[in-house]
């Protein structure tokens, strides 16, 4: 590197740059680079990924500044005639010991020093096809007076696959692993097979049905940023609706659901009957409930008109109504305070330490929000302040739902109230021609946190890497942080208040 | 207390009373119609992502479909998608829309046993494998529980285990990570009982059906006793559904 050499280049959220431009570090500048940068508290790494490429392994890493809207990108490259070894940087940075492990399942590259290059998600394309995902050997504390809880992967309840295995000293967990993989459907390759447009927006649809917007908004910018189409102002601002509408309904269902672990039906029930009211609107906005068909690339099939702007308007303010009446009730109940308080606690610290982001992250005191830090249109032109919480407790998660869903609907309040919804943003795009030798990276705050989705071009302008990351993969750690020294019986209500993704996870 | 009796009358009845005749309004997409109208049908082919649609005479495959309406917004005059949300069907050739037909899907009662209906007329328990669902179907599942949909009125429940269980619904294009524990779940089920595939990507494998980790051996050696298009199916499609075929 000389010395008049950046270690990085600089982009901002969805800006697409010429590859070349990206440095190419060797391996121990990379790893100071690296170090250095996550060394200040406001960046984090937000993917490091590889692929091949010609003669060997090109690996990119990304990290974002919470408060300059910068993301720094920088890359090293790690030739097939070099021994596939690398030191692992996860004794420096906690946080990036998932990405390692990622790389090494996917293409065998040892990080000597890595604490533990545990499995992610035994994907059909690891390098290693004689680990099976149903042999896997959990993690084991040698004891007379311990013993193990398995639980998974098919659980008691209509959920995702996915094993949990406790280790307990009578009613006290002293450790809990997670396992995943049961869910993987080669979401990534198959973005790369599929040939159309229409396919690959799909294929986003599908990452994690219960974040669609999310993920198809994230993919979305993406290709629009790569294809360099400028989009309508109204249409961006159109998704922000979605995004938060999306937020509101996921966060009353799970305020719902943790009711419903505590035995309190009359929120249980109230909860879901408020968010069949906002998805109900979702169905009168694009048909589907879930948001299936709303969001495609360059335009959308369903614009939102002053119409349904008036109507939005009108199930907001009975909404909010009865769930302001009925959270004041809730949350102050001695029964629900006496199971959440004080439960399942992650510090600021640990939250940092582990990479933590989006709601995860807010509810232990650290201010990370795409939406804030990293605005798309939409939330540039009307400000969202983040709701963060100090204390990192079950509790902490059930109240930050609750100031999330007010903060939302005062905020999508301003947006229909300014917005004169005329332009037809016009039918979406059915094909695209991409950029040659491009890569972008695209950041949107779904309701559980920092979606990810990273894409690069060859020199024709054919996709040949896509990479999806839900903030899942870093969250997941906070639940098992949270359990340790806990009774297993708080394992529900714990596992409830993250509702962490198990197929955005596997993909 | 008093604010909660409030709450509770300020909300009122909120099930569907009549779930069985319940309408669902538009843009809702359910089962499609095609017209007798000429188009390019090649270009009508193409346009489906999922390869649902197949030429002369020009047919709609719901099995494949995932119900995009991508086809009935570039040929608004051939394709219709109305707003019949009864698709569940025990025969998968149902689940083809012929050109010019505008037929409800159905259950064929003819083909279920007697002791299907005599043994879970009343009571029918499930149990839920998500074999690499998105958790959309999941949550619509979910969701025929609730308050508004109030599925339990019908005695069908999703049970914990599969011991207590009399069928299972799978979601999801079935995973080879996954492929062992439904089976381990489908045995683990005493007979009589049922094999339910929920949603696109389970019936057919959707927009994944091509993907290498998939493993849907299981199809090969069970018979699904009902198939629940849709991506994700409303929870009426699914409830009814399940009432055509147990009651």
């Known amino acids: ?507 | 207390m008093l604010q909660e009796i409030k709450i509770i009358k300020h909300n009122g009845k909120q099930f569907i009373p009549d779930l069985r005749n319940a309408t669902l309004a538009a843009p809702f997409r359910g089962r499609p119609v095609i017209g007798p109208e000429k188009v390019d049908e090649t270009e009508l082919v193409n346009c489906c992502p999922l390869m649902a649609i197949s030429a002369s005479p020009v047919k709609i495959n719901l099995a494949k479909c995932n119900f995009c309406g991508e086809c009935a917004l570039r040929f608004p005059d051939k394709i219709k998608f109305t707003r019949d949300h009864r698709l569940a069907t025990n025969k998968i050739e149902n689940l083809i829309i012929l050109e010019g037909e505008d037929r409800p899907i159905k259950v064929d009662q003819k083909s279920i046993s007697k002791k299907i209906k005599s043994t879970f007329g009343r009571s029918l328990k499930l149990r839920q494998v998500s074999a690499g669902g998105d958790n959309s179907c999941e949550m619509e599942l979910n969701a025929c529980g609730n308050a508004n949909f109030d599925m339990g009125r019908y005695g069908i429940e999703f049970v914990a285990s599969p011991r207590h269980a009399d069928g299972v619904l799978v979601t999801g294009p079935i995973t080879e990570n996954m492929a062992e524990a439904l089976q381990i779940t489908y045995d683990a089920i005493p007979s009589p009982k049922l094999f339910i595939l929920c949603g696109v990507d389970a019936i057919s494998g959707g927009i994944f059906a091509n993907s290498a980790a998939l493993n849907r051996s299981i199809l090969n050696a069970v018979k699904a006793d009902l198939f629940i298009p849709g991506n994700p199916p409303h929870p009426l499609t699914i409830i009814n559904g399940l009432l055509d075929l147990i009651k």
Request: aromatic share 10%.
């Open chain 1, 1 to 507: 590197m000389n010395s008049k050499d950046k270690a990085y280049y600089t982009v901002k959220n969805n800006q697409s740059v010429d590859i070349k431009k990206i440095p190419v570090l060797h391996y121990s500048d990379f790893s100071t680079t690296i170090v250095k940068l996550l060394d200040n508290t406001d960046n984090h790494c937000v993917t490091y990924f590889a692929f091949y490429q010609n003669e060997g392994l090109k690996f990119i890493a990304a990290v974002a500044n919470d408060s300059s809207h910068q993301i720094y990108i920088f890359s090293h490259f790690l030739l097939k005639s070099e021994k596939q070894e690398l030191e692992s940087l996860t004794t420096k940075v906690t946080a990036l010991h998932i990405f390692e492990r990622e790389i090494h399942e996917n293409f065998s590259v040892y990080f000597s020093g890595h604490p533990w290059l545990k499995p992610v998600r035994f994907a059909h394309n690891r390098a290693n096809k004689n680990l099976k995902i149903n042999d896997y050997p959990f993690y084991k504390i040698e004891s007379e007076e311990l013993h193990e809880v398995g639980v998974g992967p098919v659980h008691a309840g209509i959920i995702e696959p996915g094993h949990f295995r406790f280790i307990c000293n009578g009613e006290e967990v002293l450790h809990l692993e997670i396992q995943h993989g049961w869910q993987h459907r080669g979401v990534e390759q198959t973005m790369l097979d599929k040939s159309t447009l229409l396919q690959r927006t799909m294929v986003s649809e599908s990452i994690a049905g219960d974040t669609t917007i999310g993920h198809s908004t994230a993919f979305a910018n993406l290709m629009e940023s790569l294809a360099g189409i400028k989009t309508n102002p109204q249409l961006e601002v159109e998704r922000a609706v979605a995004l938060e509408l999306e937020r509101i309904a996921v966060h009353t269902a799970d305020i719902s659901a943790l009711c419903t672990d505590v035995a309190y039906s009359l929120g249980a029930n109230i909860f879901g009957i408020l968010r069949t009211a906002i998805i109900n609107f979702t169905q009168s906005w694009c048909g589907n409930r879930i948001g299936k068909g709303l969001i495609r690339v360059g335009g959308t099939n369903h614009p939102f008109n002053n119409e349904l702007r008036n109507k939005l308007l009108k199930v907001l303010a009975e909404y909010e109504e009865q769930f302001i009446r009925l959270a004041h009730l809730t949350f102050k109940l001695p029964s629900i305070e006496n199971r959440f308080d004080e439960i399942g606690t992650v510090t600021q610290q640990q939250a940092m330490k582990i990479g933590a982001v989006g709601m995860v992250a807010r509810m232990a005191n650290v201010n990370r929000d795409i939406r804030n830090s990293h605005p798309t249109y939409g939330f540039q032109k009307y400000i969202y302040q983040p709701v963060v919480l100090p204390k990192g407790d079950v509790f902490s998660r059930f109240l930050l739902r609750r100031k999330e869903i007010r903060q939302s609907i005062a905020w999508l309040r301003d947006v229909l109230n300014a917005e004169d919804l005329i332009i037809d943003s016009g039918a979406p795009k059915t094909q695209l021609n991409l950029k040659p030798s491009a890569f972008c990276i695209s950041l949107t705050e779904g309701w559980r946190g920092e979606i990810c989705h990273a894409a690069v071009t060859d020199e024709n302008g054919n996709l040949i890497h896509y990479k999806i990351k839900d903030p899942s993969m870093h969250n997941w750690k906070a639940l098992e942080l949270s359990l340790r020294n806990l009774e297993i019986s708080d394992f529900p209500i714990n596992n409830k208040s993250y509702d962490l993704s198990y197929c955005g996870f596997d993909l």
